[in-house]
């Protein structure tokens, strides 16, 4: 860990600008391809500070790349800035109280995790000109992580084909570093297309698409029972076919979250999927059309990176929290049920805030989620660390995350999640063996297995934020 102080310093010379930065983006609160402003923010605040900048990256009109220093080593740091539907929520307050009723809001905390990478990246750019270094800085603007999964599109259009290492962060109610893997994912709608009629008077003339729909989730419940373990599947119903029930419905439209930790097992779950679907149309005579509309692959964990990072965090120690900072985290904490306080293990269980920093564990785990972080780690070494910005077992994506999103706490944490990312950059600028360890990590960790993109060669992002709307045409 080299010159950790002097890099604190150049962050926390920065801090009212990123402290505005990050509450603006919080403010702004844009769903997913739609952080028109919040990417807009970045870009200027990053030109401002020297950087080149290419808007709209990849044909997205809300990602961008902001670049500074010359040569190798290519040290990529993902940024996203989008927030989620429904989670509109007043700043500070421990009761839930929408600032606009269905609004969105950063449940997930990206407003902190877009400005930190910024912090970091910025950081970087004195270092290299103090020190005389060799090296690029690529700040990856990276929208819709929400499950529009932006970073999917960018590795499969080749935009981290020359880069060494990535580096990234997430906002958390602990400090850890996961060296594991997360589930690969793909989303998808159904529509059923049938025939309406009078329920009643001539209901052998219909033919009912939310029947097809309620077949399709039957046939996907016994699926079930025929999957690995691990494997995930939910769904939400986007059209039911109406609110009359003396009408046949003619169409309906469902939304399909399948995961699991093997992509190759995903593509073939998503295959039976297809078949159950086509098989209620069959049953009920109507029609059915699908389209994936996003996807994510597992994550590929580097021992060499995450060890990097997380000994960089353990000799930088953990932020600091002060009375007042105990006090509103207590607050949230009193609204707490105790099944998810007793989630967090001895010895953290009561503490208000988690201030530890969690120990590293080389035995890698599947965690239940899915990024698209994990589609970068296939092709250039990542590493990821979380960083505690909210009380002790707050639940990501829920309005108690919103609420805590202005706070010291969260602040704190963004801050020194720069620190910690701009500090592992910097060994790697001194060092660039480390990132070709990595990468030989990398290669042979996955040896004859090659990266397979999986959306579409011809996919395109879907721009509509909130997934529930579409409505419209299947592209
Ligand atoms: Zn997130």
């Not at 505690?388 to 609420?403: D, I």
């Amino acid at each position: 860990m080299r010159d950790a102080a002097r890099i604190s310093e150049l962050i926390e010379s920065k801090r009212d600008m990123l402290l505005a930065i990050s509450d603006e983006i919080w403010g702004n609160a844009e769903l997913k391809f739609e952080e028109y402003r919040s990417a807009e923010l970045l870009c200027s605040t990053l030109e401002k500070e020297g950087f080149s900048v290419e808007r709209k990256m990849d044909g997205m009109e809300t990602a961008f790349l902001g670049s500074c220093g010359t040569g190798r080593p290519v040290i990529a740091i993902l940024a996203e800035y989008d927030a989620l539907d429904g989670l509109s929520q007043v700043s500070g307050v421990a009761r839930q109280e929408p600032v606009t009723q269905g609004g969105a809001g950063h449940g997930c905390g990206h407003h902190l995790l877009g400005t930190g990478s910024l912090a970091a990246a910025i950081a970087l750019k004195q270092y290299i000109l103090e020190n005389g270094l060799s090296g690029t800085i690529r700040l990856y603007g990276c929208p819709g992580e929400e499950g529009g999964f932006s970073k999917t599109y960018l590795v499969r259009d080749g935009y981290f084909s020359d880069v060494d290492c990535a580096l990234t962060w997430h906002p958390s109610p602990a400090n850890l570093v996961v060296h594991g893997s997360s589930l690969a994912n793909i989303n998808a709608y159904f529509r059923f297309k049938g025939k309406s009629s009078h329920a009643a008077f001539s209901p052998e003339l219909g033919r009912s698409a939310l029947d097809a729909l309620e077949l399709m989730n039957v046939g996907v419940n016994f699926l079930r029972e025929h999957v690995p373990q691990e494997v995930r599947m939910h769904y939400a119903i986007v059209n039911a076919g109406g609110r009359s029930p003396n009408v046949v419905p003619a169409e309906s439209l469902e939304y399909f979250c399948m995961r699991s930790p093997k992509s190759e097992h995903m593509r073939a779950i998503y295959e039976r999927v297809c078949d159950i679907a086509k098989g209620a149309a069959l049953m009920t005579g109507t029609t059915v059309e699908y389209e994936m509309d996003s996807a994510v692959s597992e994550a590929v964990p580097n021992l060499t990176l995450n060890k990097l990072i997380y000994d960089n965090f353990a000799r930088l120690g953990t932020p600091v929290y002060d009375e007042n900072d105990i006090r509103i985290a207590e607050s949230f904490r009193s609204i707490q049920s105790q099944e998810a306080r007793k989630a967090v293990p001895a010895p953290f269980t009561n503490r208000p805030v988690l201030d530890a920093l969690l120990p590293f564990d080389e035995n890698e785990i599947t965690h239940m989620g899915s990024t698209d972080v994990a589609d970068v780690s296939w092709v250039v070494p990542t590493a990821q660390c979380w960083v505690t910005c909210a009380a002790n077992a707050t639940q990501l994506h829920s309005w108690e995350m919103v609420a805590q999103g202005k706070t010291a706490i969260a602040h704190k944490g963004m801050l020194h999640a720069g620190k910690i990312l701009a500090i592992t950059a910097a060994d790697i600028l001194h060092d660039p063996a480390i990132a070709e360890k990595a990468k030989r990590e990398l290669q042979e960790r996955l040896g004859e297995q090659r990266y397979i993109c999986p959306i579409p060669a011809d996919g395109k992002p879907s721009i509509t934020g909130r997934s529930g709307d579409r409505t419209g045409d299947m592209r």
